[in-house]
């Protein structure tokens, strides 16, 4: 039992430093490997992930797995440089977005190129909210996997400016309160005082912060207030 501790304490010792690496490597390689990846970034992710495991694990000789972490992120930075600077390499590296449908005619040539069926690219349409098909113009399947549609004219949304109309720009609203406490950073960089958000409170019927889970700051003069608590019926 005494033999034990010491290794489960290396182990763990050798987990946090696996997990301080790969954030670091992740904040290295950008938001991207987190949010939009290419087959690359993908190869790359589970790739280091597993050196990770490994990593948090190997007891005997934890710089192998550590150095070959360092080296994919390093490799993918590289390669984000690259790809940045040579449009041929992008093209190959990171793929070309494929023209799944255009005037009403599906590319199955391109279908096969992406290896996709048709259930999945229905799939993919109606994920977008596009259930009849005949109202799209044009579905692009992008180098990150995802699709993009464009509808024909006539199927589109109206806008204000098809219906003449000049609407106040929105603005995205800014947390003043949230979990009962003022964000006083916030108040500050809007221009705005902690008593017009007390007063704005209480004009909702909230005598202070504390009774408020989360108020939302418009940009003018709406705050929108959610309770910390729900009225009950």
């Known amino acids: 039992m005494s033999e034990l501790l010491p290794q489960a304490g290396f182990t763990a010792l050798t987990a946090l430093l696996s997990i301080a690496v790969m954030f670091l490597l992740t904040k290295l390689m950008g938001t991207k490997q987190v949010s939009q990846m290419t087959m690359f970034d993908y190869i790359t992710g589970i790739t280091v992930g597993s050196i ?35 449009l041929k390499l992008r093209s190959w590296i990171t793929g070309k977005p494929l023209v799944l449908l255009e005037d009403g005619v599906i590319c199955r040539r391109n279908l096969k ?26 579905a692009v399947l992008e180098h990150n996997g995802t699709v993009s549609f464009l509808p024909k004219e006539k199927d589109r949304p109206a806008t204000p400016t098809d219906l003449n109309l000049s609407p106040k720009q929105s603005r995205l609203q800014t947390p003043f309160v949230m979990d009962g406490r003022l964000l006083r950073d916030n108040i500050r960089q809007a221009g705005k005082e902690e008593a017009w958000v007390r007063q704005s409170l209480l004009r909702q019927g909230y005598r202070d912060e504390g009774e408020v889970f989360l108020a939302l700051w418009d940009g003018d003069q709406k705050l929108t207030v959610f309770p910390m608590e729900p009225t009950a019926p």
Do not use: H
Not at 128 to 136: E, I, M, T, V
């Open 52 to 86: 990770a495991a490994e990593l948090a694990t190997e007891l005997e000789e934890p710089v192998k797995p550590l150095t070959a972490m360092v080296v994919y992120g390093l490799v993918a930075v590289l390669i984000s440089i690259v790809t940045c600077k040579s």
């Open 113 to 138: 190129k992406a290896k996709l069926d048709l259930n999945e690219f229905l799939t993919y349409c109606r994920i977008g909210g596009w259930f009849d098909l005949s109202q799209l113009q044009t």
